[in-house]
Every structure is written in structure tokens, then in C-alpha cells.
């Protein structure tokens, strides 16, 4: 389906004058400048609009708990972390959410199939498909797309906004291979389904969606609507073993080598000799020993009909 005109073929799953409340993270990448052509898109498509200022993405559940009997969805501009700190607050409303994808990696946007193109992301919450999708939770955090401990916590507290913001995803890549060479693997067990796992790995990450990282792929069959989690454990020796497994990490393929681990269950629990953070959507958020359950149709987003990506 051409993507300029798909709109003109649908109903509206929401109310035409449907209240939204709009949260734009001003600090994300393409925040600021892109505030204004938002509202005034969404107002084009016909939405009565509460825009709020998410200066600090840590209260957004706080503003969508304050607004929720005045709303019927909740718009959030911004990146993964930013999604991710609305997250608790969708659960417990279950309004609506609509995505404008406005960070670095806007890993859960790619696992929607929502455009980069904000005019175009725009569309989709005006006349998209309502679905609900799963979410996973570890100890008592939500997740949208990976939570993961290892390599991606050192890249985590690395990625300053300033190295984001300057680089985009290639801040990725470069900080990637930093920390890939000072890498040391740590000693976890896993037990899932029953059974257990002791492993001498340098990264373990839980999936429940499909895409992290800016673009990786946890495994290649993986979607956010499955009921699982998909589970890798990185097990190698030296640091450079890991070069050629990237390329295949972007479509999910590196669970295929033999030096990774893959498993896959509705509960995981990773335990370490000590406690280590865990990174939840590009936030360090908890630490284990972790319990990782799949919720199952825990929200409700907006989303492209699923002939058209």
C-alpha cells in the first residue's frame, strides 16, 4: 500500500476531535525544533491537544496520571528512555499510546513499523491501527523493547545527551567498540523453563520486542506481540571475537553462533555473584539478581495497518 495515501483508505480508530495529551522531550535529539510542526500537524488531523513540558522524563507518569480523565490517548515525542519513563502510567490508565519518534535510536518506532518522518508518524495516530502489544518486567520495571546486562550497561553510561545529540546513531557505533575492547566477561547463572544455565558471558539481554540498540535485532523471529522473551547470552573469551558476530546482530542471526547462548520462555532469572545494573531501554533502571516475566497485551498503541510495512 503507497504509503502517501493509505490514510485516505481507513476509518479513524479514534474519535476525530479526539484529547490527546502531547509530551515532547525537548532534551531528545530532534525535541525542540520539532514541537511546533507537531502540534500543528496533529491539530490539522483533528486532535484537541493538552501539550505539556516533559523537561524531566522521570515525572511523565506523573503528568499522564494528573491528565488521564481529560484524555483519550497519550502522545509521546521523544526516544526510547523517554517512552520507557511513560510506561508505568500506560499500564495503569491503559489509555492509548500514539508515537512520535523523536530520539536517537527510536528502536520501538522501527519495531512498529512507525515512520521516521514525523508528518507521516502523524497519520498513524490519527488513523493507525489500536493493538496491544506485550511489555516485559523485570523485578518491578517495565520494558518495551530489551533489557540487558553487561556490555550495553557500560555503553548505557557512556552515551552522555551531549555524544546523542552530536553523533545521533552513529554514537552508537563508536561507543560500542570501545567498550567491545575493554571487555571482560562476568560469571551469571540462568534458570528458564526448569532448568539452569552457568555461563562466563560479557552481555545477557531479555527481549520483548524485536529491535534495541539502534537497530539490533534480539532474535529473528522476534515480535512485540509474541508472549515470550527471547534471551542471549554473549559467551566469548576475547574481545575481538565479537567483530564478526555485529553484522549479524543487526538481523538477529548472531544467535545462530555458536558462542551465543539463545533461550527462550515467558520467565527468566538471571543471578550474578554480585550485584550488576541492568539497562531497561537504554536506561540503568535495576539490578540482579533479576526475575524477567512476559506481560502479555499490557498496552494499547497506535500503529501502521500491517499491510503497509
Known amino acids: 500500500m503507497d504509503a502517501e495515501n493509505w490514510t485516505s483508505r481507513l476509518q479513524r480508530a479514534l474519535p476525530v476531535s479526539s484529547r490527546a495529551l502531547l509530551l515532547v522531550n525537548r532534551h531528545a535529539r530532534q525535541g525542540q525544533q520539532s514541537l511546533l ?17 516533559t523537561e524531566h522524563p522521570k515525572h511523565l507518569s506523573e503528568v499522564i496520571l494528573r491528565h488521564q480523565h481529560e484524555i483519550d490517548l497519550v502522545i509521546v515525542g521523544g526516544g526510547d528512555g523517554t517512552l520507557n519513563a511513560a510506561v508505568d502510567a500506560l499500564v495503569e490508565t ?74 545521533g546513531i552513529f554514537a552508537y557505533a563508536a561507543t560500542a567498540l570501545q567498550v567491545i575492547w575493554e571487555s571482560r566477561p ?29 537497530g539490533m535485532a534480539v532474535a529473528p523471529d522476534a515480535t512485540i506481540d509474541d508472549q515470550r522473551l527471547d534471551l542471549y547470552s554473549l559467551e566469548i573469551e576475547n574481545w575481538w571475537q565479537i567483530i564478526p558476530l555485529l553484522p549479524a546482530m543487526r538481523q538477529g542471526r548472531h544467535i545462530e553462533w555458536r558462542s551465543v547462548r539463545a533461550l527462550q520462555g515467558q520467565e527468566i532469572e538471571v543471578s ?29 498503541v497506535l500503529m501502521p495497518p500491517i499491510e503497509t510495512f
Open 186 to 214: 562476568f560469571s551469571a547463572e540462568i534458570r528458564i523453563n526448569g532448568k539452569s544455565y552457568r555461563v562466563k558471558t560479557v552481555q545477557i539481554a531479555v527481549g520483548n520486542g524485536r529491535y534495541y540498540g539502534g
Open 94 to 167: 491503559q489509555l492509548p499510546l500514539g508515537i512520535l519518534p523523536l530520539g536517537t535510536a527510536n528502536d520501538l518506532a522501527r519495531t512498529l513499523g512507525i515512520p521516521k518522518s514525523l508528518n507521516e508518524a502523524c497519520k498513524v495516530i490519527a488513523y493507525g491501527e489500536l493493538r496491544r502489544i506485550d511489555l516485559g518486567l523485570v523485578n518491578d520495571k517495565y520494558f518495551f523493547n530489551v533489557a540487558s546486562l553487561g556490555l550495553s550497561v557500560k555503553i548505557t553510561q557512556r552515551l552522555t545527551k551531549e555524544v546523542k545529540r552530536r553523533w
Open 37 to 53: 510542526e507537531a502540534i500543528h500537524c496533529l491539530e490539522q488531523l483533528g486532535f484537541d491537544l493538552i501539550e505539556e513540558s
Open 272 to 300: 550474578t555473584r554480585k550485584p550488576r545494573p541492568i539497562n531497561t531501554d537504554g536506561e540503568i533502571t535495576t539490578y540482579t539478581p533479576a526475575h524477567f516475566r512476559v506481560i502479555p497485551k499490557a498496552v494499547t
